[in-house]
């Protein structure tokens, strides 16, 4: 958990799982098609646990669960507020651990001073 993914992806500040791939590939020594499909079975193993109703905890990182929502009356905006029954379902909820929200939290430390740079403060110069 400390090393932290320094990728980003190519749409406005996202991660893709391409990038994710890239990073395993880079932190493992291993080829991308070897990277690609250890992110893919970890994705599976989650959506697997999911599936079958398990809470996954990932120390450090956070846990996922499953939320019920229950069956209610909708309205269709495109069809001038005509109802629509919504059935019930399971929706993916994560909630995040407390070293995951620290490490992002945490304040960006100061790049070092440089010989012959002027600390505010610090006297005539």
Avoid at 63 to 82: D, E, M, W, Y
Avoid at 111 to 119: E, L, S
Wanted: charged residues 30%; without cysteine; glycine residues 10%.
């Amino acid at each position: 958990m400390e090393r932290l993914l320094s990728v980003v992806g190519r749409a406005e500040g996202t991660t893709t799982k391409a990038d994710l791939v890239e990073q395993v590939a880079h932190a493992t020594d291993v080829t991308k098609k070897q990277a690609e499909v250890i992110v893919d079975s970890v994705f599976d193993g989650i959506i697997a646990s999911l599936r079958s109703g398990e809470k996954i905890e990932l120390r450090g990182f956070g846990s996922f669960r499953l939320r019920q929502r229950g069956a209610r009356i909708a309205r269709n905006p495109k069809r001038s507020g005509v109802k629509v029954m919504v059935p019930p379902k399971r929706v993916p909820y994560f909630k995040p651990g407390k070293k995951l929200k620290e490490l992002i939290n945490q304040a960006t430390p100061a790049p070092p001073a440089v010989a012959g740079d002027r600390v505010p403060g610090a006297g005539p110069g």
